[in-house]
């Protein structure tokens, strides 16, 4: 079995532990937080891992093979490569880094020393959206126009990031994953309403090669939860809802068909020469077999470093979700600026 340390107990953390301690492909020897109430938290899901404030003890310890990070986003980085430099290898909870130059250097620290790393992107591992992937490669919805995706609820609000880096990072791997084409230009508009200079509210688009749209809504000042992406192909349409129990897809069978008129009507150029004409059939609603997408994430962590093989969500993966985030962030105080400027 491959021993693993976990730095980082809190909110999210916590799962981890959970998770870690039941994988029956990793033993989860060390359990390290600041914090003593998150240690004692951790002692009652995994009570035969060590505990300590320091994470310097499990760091040095050399049966320790990988380290899971789940500490505050400004911070991983360096400890990834802290990590790296201990010669184990990492997984790091989304976003992998706050910068894209900070997400380049633990990629190429982790090829240097040819160790694994992985990005918490746990969505890459949920049965729904792999089913989503298998559907769209099938070509049953056609050509793909665009997909939107929503992400909204009330609460948690985070203090050292905003809306966007806390909760588009899913959004952006999930429609990275399903379109799989180069990101060609973004646009993004945030508002601030609760903590200066720290968006509440974000709605940003991006346009992928090939003028595939994905806009993505992110907010957690909303009456709402809401999890949501639609996706509009040229053939059939179809709805992941991540809240739903019994319907998390749904594909329907509706479009709008551009019937060619016959080039005999003359040449008036005033005159469409197509009809539109809209198509409404069934609904399906596929079966989807679920296990918990964090299990199994754990599991491809265990198996690449068994294989020697890089995981779904590598770190160049971790690197694209981070360049995004970049540029949008960047569009979002262009959008500011130039709001500045009109008024």
């Known amino acids: 079995m491959i021993n693993v340390a976990l730095l980082g107990c809190g909110y999210w953390g916590q799962n981890l532990c959970r998770v870690l301690a039941q994988n029956r492909k990793l033993r989860l020897s060390w359990v390290s937080d600041l914090n003593p109430a998150a240690l004692e938290r951790a002692g009652r899901l995994a009570p035969s891992a060590r505990t300590a404030t320091d994470p310097e003890q499990a760091l040095s310890d050399p049966s320790v093979d990988a380290v899971v990070v789940a500490t505050p986003v400004a911070s991983h980085a360096a400890v990834a490569l802290k ?77 050292d990031v905003d809306a966007l880096w806390n909760l588009a990072p899913h959004d952006i791997s999930i429609l990275n994953y399903w379109i799989d084409r180069p990101v060609e230009r973004v646009a993004a508009v945030g508002q601030a309403f609760l ?32 999890r949501q992406v639609t996706v509009v192909g040229s053939r059939k349409m179809l709805l992941f809802d991540d809240v739903s129990t019994d319907a998390r897809i749904q594909i329907f069978d509706k479009g709008i068909d551009v019937e060619n008129l016959d080039q005999g009507m003359g040449s008036f150029e005033t005159y469409a020469q197509h009809r539109l004409i809209v198509r409404a059939g069934d609904v399906w609603l596929p079966h989807v077999d679920m296990r918990e997408p964090l299990a199994v994430e754990m599991d491809e962590f265990a198996d690449s470093i068994h294989e020697g093989r890089a995981p779904l969500t590598d770190g160049r993966k971790g690197l694209e979700v981070v360049s995004i985030l970049e540029r949008l962030t960047r569009a979002m105080k262009l959008d500011h600026t130039q709001l500045s400027l009109v008024s």
């Not at 200079?197 to 994905?214: K, M, R």
């Open 83 to 159: 990590v790296l430099e201990a010669g184990k290898h990492v997984f790091i909870e989304k976003p992998l880094a706050r910068s894209t130059a900070e997400a380049e250097q633990v990629c190429n620290r982790a090829e240097h020393k040819r160790l694994i790393v992985m990005v918490g992107h746990t969505f890459m591992y949920n049965g729904a959206v792999r089913q989503v992937k298998s559907i769209i490669e099938s070509g049953a919805l056609g050509d793909i126009y665009y997909a939107f995706s929503r992400r909204v609820q009330l609460g948690i609000v985070r203090q």
């Open 195 to 226: 903590q200066r200079d720290i968006a509440d509210v974000v709605f940003a688009h991006l346009t992928y090669s090939g003028n595939v749209a994905g806009h993505i809504q992110v907010s957690w000042l909303d009456p709402s939860k809401v």
